[in-house]
């Protein structure tokens, strides 16, 4: 029964092959059809992920298993082929004997089965199984044309605006670090700038909202000496790493670049700004209300389609906004640089090793480069995405500009577009945006815990701290021997160092030759460092030649707001001479690490004592949000770096 | 002998039987113009020992055709015609009165045997004769013995009853009773000739030459084919597709089509089952086959269960054909 069992596998596989073929054609293509439309219709009108498209493609894997695990019995395939070859059932019938044999005791009935045997063995090795199970592809219908129709339809639907969807994030459950018994309430008066922060971000729902909701309940436990120090650092943590859970997310759905959309916007908002019809629009955009920005641009198109003397103002303002979109978006970052630089250097330690380093140092090193590379690419990419945006907002903006083109009505369309597209980019960098908030915010909670509750010895420390950096500062170690100094050489000041905000009694400076020194002001300080010079607005210290008028600097920490004609401070120039013969100076050693890539060991001394000041004041005074990125993000790229030679 | 030898011996065997059954078919038509069927349900019966009863209408050569058979085969035939006053002595036989001088001095009753002791009967019109005395038949029929004057005789071996009954003159007739129906292994419908099959009837019968009908099988050949047929092997799913269909033709059955269940009162009997794969297997044989198929079933399942199927009272009135029930069943029953 070889030959028949043969026959009959191969018809079998036949079998299959066909009943997929005609289910794919039947049903898999137009329910993949109908599935690409709605995920197409999603994508697009719910800004579902790109994933969701795979979804078409279900039918096929789900048909496929149909097929090839359908029940079928060897009886009805072997009936098959003695159908379509008019064997009479012989095949059939033999394959059967084969596994029952009759019951007869009649020795003919035996005789009779063998020849029947035989005759459909010699039957079945001839016999091809291709005509048996014909596969053919059934002719289309309509509801494959429907489900074409379908999918054409969702093509033509509006382009989605990238809208990056943050999970939700669930706020940590502060019982986990709440101790049984109560604690001391905490005096927090100086957290009252973030609470009132915070509470401006609570509200919308949104991963920002519920964090935000999260620390001030952290707050206001420890407040309430609910929670101790520990318990809320703890809690803070938690939120933090939480938030950077979620932050990887948001930068893995990322498609544009939230940044550069944000400073397009707001160029968009003052182009608006600028005329009167499209005044509200702009205000509302500058604030990041995407929703309510649409809605006055809206309402500036219809208002412009009821009353002609209003449409030049509005084409005016669209002519604006289209430039400053064509200004955006032409803006080249350095991005693209830094890749090829990256990518080049790349390619070189690929190709050749450094000597005297280990497999493993060149494998980190190698990795930590390849990281960098697929870093900036995607963010070129994002960049390249975000401008391709506003290219499409520029093009919105020039066709509303010029009339919206022939129809009635087009105007008004094309401003309702551009409308759209500044509201989806707005929200888009308003998500960013509001995440990086909510991290200042648990960062600044962070310190604000930390310091709560020290009162006395935290401020003697921070004397103490001031102290060391100001000798450090001015050349002088600790065992009073000279060292480098930031300071432009000259002379030095005499008198205790202040701390920002400390009240102290002024002291007249004397330079170490008796003549006038050169130090650092704060600007709006109410205390006087002798030997300090007057403040300017101009950041940075800087000597001029080799002997001059000293120009204080103004202190990144201290309040902008403060009057620098304010002469409550007695404060006195005075004239410095450059010191020479005194070994390096720190300026010299952050120019010369400059030159060397920052990797030097005497930068990096600088930079560590620099560095621990910064984050001392961070931690305890307090100082905004934005000043607080800002200052880390500088202390980031001046680091100290591995050695490039 | 080897089982090489045996297969060959087999096949030959099977060879010579259809050849055989062609050449009695062939002399049969010698005298028959057309009604193939009709032809292949004759001899089903005689092969399968079975009995038929042929519908039709007069004139459409029944009896000429029973009679043909009966020669070609080399047997004995006699021909009874049914009538109202038919006594069923006139069947079986009676005991008369032997003369003294005939029988050795004294007088005394000897049996005289009737026409059923013949191979080949024809019940020519059966259904004009009396229900005492179509009952004669059932015994000899169902027994292959008739019992008279208070002995029971064998009848001649092979024993083949084929009746003949009008469906349209039913007027003085007596209808048979269900349990005699049972008794008859097909009901073979006689249908009107067509034209190019009249015109070759008209040739043959009032032209000069007439055929002539030669015998071609003897009884002996007869009871062999018998056993052989017996020896066909039938699968097992042929086997539960037979049963299946025999279920299908009783209302309750779930399998049952509409048709059925509206206007059969009772479906066919397992005789009818037995009578199906009987014959499915006389086919295989008449076309050579070693095992019967599906479609020999299928065209067996007509002659055989159509006259064991009752109509209710419905189904008469409606004139729903039995053909057109078992035509659904045969629709709705799966083959595997």
Known sequence: ???????????????????????????????????????????????????????????????????????????????????????????????????????????????????????????????????????????????????????????????????????????????????????????????????????????????????????????????????????????????????????????????????????????????????????????????????????????????????????????????????????????????????????????????????????????????????????????????????????????????????????????????????????DASGQSRQASRLRQTRDGIEEAKSIVRRAGQKGDAQKRRQQQFKRFAQAAKGQKQDGKPGSTLLVPGELGEGEPMMMGEEGTPQPGSADDGRPGDGFADEGAQGEDPGAAQPTEQDGSAGHGTEGQGEGSVDPLADPRADPRDRSVRLRDVHVEAQRGHGVSRAEVIRESSQRGFANEDYRDVYTSYRAFAQSTLDNEVVPAARRRAIQRYYQLIAPRAHQD | MTSAATTADTAQELQALAEDLKRLIDEVQQVIVGQDRVIQGVITCLLAGGHGLLEGVPGLGKTLLIRSLAQAVDLDFSRIQFTPDLMPADIVGTSVLIQGELAGGASSLQYQPGPIFSNIILADEINRATPKTQSALLEAMAEGTVTAAGETRALPRPFLVLATQNPLEMEGTYPLPEAQLDRFLFKIRVDFPGEDELIAILDRTTGGASGRVRPVLSARRIAQMQELVRAIPVTESLTRYVVRVLRATHPEDPRAPELVRRYVRFGGSPRGAQATLLAARVRACLDGRATPSIADVREAVFPALRHRIILNFEGEAEGIAIDDCLAQVLGVVPTD
């Open chain 1, 1 to 423: 029964m070889t030959a028949v069992r043969g026959l009959l596998h191969a018809v079998r596989r036949r079998e299959q092959l066909a009943d997929a073929t005609f289910a794919f054609a039947r049903l898999g293509l137009p329910t993949a059809l109908a599935l690409a439309a709605i995920a197409i219709a999603t994508l697009r009108l719910a800004g579902a992920p790109k994933a969701v498209l795979w979804i078409a493609f279900a039918p096929f894997p789900v048909i496929a298993a149909w097929a090839l695990t359908r029940r079928r019995s060897w009886r009805a395939t072997a009936r098959r082929v003695d159908h379509h070859y008019a064997l009479a059932d012989r095949l059939g019938s033999a394959y059967e004997f084969a596994e029952h044999p009759p019951r007869s005791e009649d020795p003919r009935t035996a005789s009779i089965v063998l020849l029947l045997q035989s005759q459909a063995e010699a039957a079945a090795s001839g016999l091809d199984p291709r005509p048996v199970v014909p596969v053919t592809i059934p002719a289309p219908r309509w509801r494959d044309a429907a489900a074409l129709a379908l999918v054409g339809l969702a093509i033509v639907l509006p382009a989605p605006r990238a809208q990056v969807l943050v999970p939700r994030l669930s706020a940590p459950d502060l019982r986990a670090w709440a101790p049984a018994t109560s604690r001391t309430p905490v005096d927090l008066s100086l957290a009252d700038p973030l609470r009132q922060s915070l509470r401006a971000l609570t509200g919308s729902g949104d991963v920002a909202a519920e964090t935000a909701a999260g620390i001030l309940e952290i707050l206001g436990q420890l407040e309430r000496g609910e929670l101790d120090r520990q318990a809320a650092l703890a809690a803070l943590e938690a939120l933090e790493q939480a938030l950077a859970d979620t932050e990887v997310q948001f930068e893995a759905a990322l498609e544009e670049d939230p940044g550069m959309l944000a400073d397009a916007m707001q160029d968009l908002a003052a182009a608006l700004r600028a005329h009167e019809i499209t005044e509200e629009a702009g205000q509302a955009l500058a604030h990041e209300h995407g929703e309510e920005s649409e809605a006055a641009l809206q309402d500036a198109a219809e208002s412009a389609e009821a009353d002609p003397s209003q449409r030049e103002d509005l084409r005016d303002a669209m002519q604006d906004a289209a430039r400053a979109l064509e200004r955006s978006a032409g803006q080249e970052t350095s991005t693209a640089a830094a890749l090829d630089e990256a990518e080049r250097r790349l390619r070189k330690d690929q190709a050749e090793s450094k000597a005297g380093e280990t497999p493993q140092e060149r494998e980190r090193r190698l990795k930590k480069q390849e990281r960098r590379v697929e870093e900036l690419r995607r963010q070129h990419a994002r960049e390249e995405a975000a401008r391709r945006q506003l290219e499409q907002l520029q093009r919105d903006a020039r066709d509303a500009a010029r009339g919206g083109g022939a129809g009635q009505g087009a105007e008004r369309r094309s401003v309702e577009r551009l409308a759209r597209g500044a509201r």
